[in-house]
């Protein structure tokens, strides 16, 4: 497959999952959640953009937001941001309002890879210290060793 047709297959596949994704059906996955990410790689989209930062006990989570309060399927029970919860024991155990949890990077890398060799993340920090882009490298790195 030429250079061009590979970027005009892409075009209508990111047009498509747009369509599909952008919608306000309450039924699809929330953004930054595994089953967002799997069914847009489904859909035959190649690159998927994420927001990470890092937790109190340094995990490396796909979060937009400064908390949680916007996704959580209970809003009240969410009184710090987002870097002040430890993922284990706190946030891997917080539904949000589509059923799912909170991913770690690692998952979602995990499900890239099965996804196929085509499936890649943009990944965009949202932690606002050095500390966030070296646990990210290192999870990245790790990962593709």
Request: with cysteine; hydrophobic share 40%; glycine share 6%.
């Amino acid at each position: 497959m030429s250079a061009r047709s590979m970027m005009e297959s892409w075009k209508v596949a990111l047009l498509s999952a747009t369509i599909a994704m952008g919608n306000d059906d309450v039924r699809r996955p929330l953004e930054n959640t595994l089953p967002a990410y799997e069914r847009a790689w489904t859909a035959g989209v190649p690159f998927c953009e994420c927001d990470v930062t890092l937790t109190s006990d340094s995990e490396i989570i796909l979060c937009h937001d400064d908390d949680l309060k916007r996704l959580a399927l209970e809003p009240s029970k969410i009184s710090k941001g987002i870097n002040q919860y430890a993922f284990n024991g706190e946030l891997e155990f917080l539904p949000l309002k589509d059923g799912s949890r909170v991913p770690k990077l690692v998952d979602v890398l995990d499900a890239a890879k099965r996804a196929g060799p085509g499936h890649k993340l943009v990944i965009e920090i949202k932690g606002k210290d050095a500390e966030c882009g070296r646990r990210v490298a290192e999870v990245v790195r790790t990962h593709h060793e």
